[in-house]
């Protein structure tokens, strides 16, 4: 334990303690939709440090240096590639979307496809982002083992806890900025680092290609080509359908700061991605025998950096796990409030209901992801690979929904309960041949939306920008 890394570490969680506390007062959020869009008036860095922030989370600082450290730096360009390349459709619908300024996904499918996709569609949104929210608390917890005393166990409390506060506090406002001060730890920490690792320990960039074991110098890293599709897929389809891109893109002010937004979060995710595959690999060179999901960790945490910049590393790992928690919890209790409790309700919800209902919403969602993560673990690898579930069902409907007028509610129905079963069937038979599930299911997908849509009748309503949310097809 290092005591510089405790002192960066306890001065983060600090700031963000300050920040939450700050916008959870009154004036910031005196309505529902401040707590959701936070009032449409976030600046433009703010919206693409938030949008970088929430996309980027364990499962690159963790899972993208396992992938790098195992496969090499070529061939995690295949598997971080979904990023970007998603990014690029969301610029090309970033308008549409924020045109539309739907609470939810599902409520968007409602318009469109009817209650019951609505209802398809909250299920598993709400599935899959409770097992994210657990995954990010599990991760979480156990930096904080690496940097102090406290187990991971104890640390997964912290991390809860600090989550959960920031998400209840004030919504999207206190979100946003802890966000954007995140990407801004965790972008410097990784440009910082990187010249370091390949520059000191290492010799430079010459010595690093040639240490490097002779598969990960390879474009596949030992790899087939459909076994790197496979890894392509998943985040390419969850960044498409990702119910929080959709929410702070209806949080901008227009279309245009929507859009410049949405290239800003290209750009960034660059400072990031790259990064963590050159020094995910070059933790191999380093320390071949440690665990993978511990790569870019443990350069930190072992000294190969100085130890002010070890810390502000750990620290931007740690920040990125807490934002995306924070916005997947905010995002999976708006599916409680608007596709539930508000979308059901004989009554119209005030304002002060919904502010009082999401949050409890946001707590309730806290106690159980952290209840599977700690006492369930089976359950959650059920949901970890749920948001192939997600992906897979979700987007090709939301797709349809603003690029497809032909469309239909039997397709859609149809596109989302088979990608569904058949990415979970083929996960319990443990993927058969060692084929990716979504190789399986999306194919599934497509086609059940397709030949659904064209064997109904096309669709007579207009599309979700025109319709009202709550209409039934």
């Known amino acids: 334990m290092q005591t510089v890394h405790v002192v960066i570490l306890v001065a983060y969680l600090l700031l963000m303690v300050v920040i939450g506390a700050l916008f959870s007062r009154r004036r910031h959020v005196q309505t529902g939709d401040d707590f959701m869009f936070a009032g449409k008036s976030l600046p433009r860095p703010v919206l693409i440090g938030t949008l970088l922030a929430t996309w980027v989370g364990s499962g690159t600082i963790i899972g993208g240096a396992n992938f790098a450290y195992t496969y090499g730096p070529l061939a995690s360009i295949f598997f971080l590639a979904g990023t970007p390349v998603g990014i690029i459709v969301l610029y090309l619908l970033a308008s549409k979307v924020q045109k539309a300024s739907k609470y939810t996904v599902p409520e968007l499918l409602e318009a469109r496809f009817g209650l019951t996709a609505r209802v398809v569609a909250a299920a598993i949104t709400l599935l899959a982002y409770t097992g994210i929210t657990a995954y990010q608390f599990t991760g979480g917890g156990y930096i904080i083992s690496l940097i102090t005393p406290l187990s991971d166990k104890e640390g997964a409390v912290l991390v809860a806890v600090l989550v959960t506060f920031l998400a209840i506090g004030g919504g999207l406002f206190s979100v946003a900025w802890t966000d954007f001060i995140s990407a801004v730890i965790i972008v410097s920490g990784l440009l910082i680092a990187l010249p370091m690792v390949i520059g000191g320990d290492i010799g430079g960039l010459g010595d690093y290609w040639s240490q490097l074991p002779e598969t990960s110098r390879s474009l596949t890293g030992g790899l087939s080509a459909l076994e790197l599709v496979g890894y392509f897929l998943p985040l390419f389809l969850l960044i498409l359908a990702d119910q929080n891109m959709y929410q702070r893109l209806a949080a901008a002010k227009d279309s245009g700061t929507a859009k410049s937004s949405t290239a800003g979060f290209f750009f960034s995710s660059f400072l990031v991605t790259v990064p963590v595959a050159i020094l995910g690999s070059a933790a191999v060179i380093l320390m071949p025998r440690i665990e ?44 409680i409030v608007y596709d539930g409790v508000r979308r059901f309700s004989k009554e119209d919800l005030g304002d002060k209901q919904r502010l009082r209902i999401h949050r409890l919403s946001i707590l309730g969602i806290a106690v159980v992801a952290y209840v599977l993560g700690r006492f369930f673990p089976v359950v959650l690898e059920l949901q970890l690979y749920s948001y192939t579930v997600y992906g897979v069902a979700i987007a090709p409907a939301v797709l349809a929904v603003l690029l497809w007028p032909r469309a239909t509610k039997v397709g859609a129905l149809s596109s989302m309960l088979l990608g569904a079963v058949v990415t979970i069937v083929w996960e319990q038979l443990g993927s058969p041949g060692g084929v990716n599930s979504v190789l399986v299911s999306l194919p599934v997908s497509l086609v059940a939306l397709v030949v659904g849509s064209l064997l109904s009748p096309p669709p007579t309503k207009p599309g979700p920008i025109e319709a009202p949310a709550s209409s039934e097809a």
């Not at 810390?311 to 999976?332: K, R």
């Open 292 to 335: 993978p999901d511990t790569a870019i960790l443990s350069l930190a945490s072992e000294l190969y950096l100085p130890v002010v910049i070890g810390g502000l590393l750990l620290a931007g790992a740690l920040a990125f796990i807490v934002t995306t928690g924070s916005s997947f919890l905010l995002s999976g209790a708006g599916n």
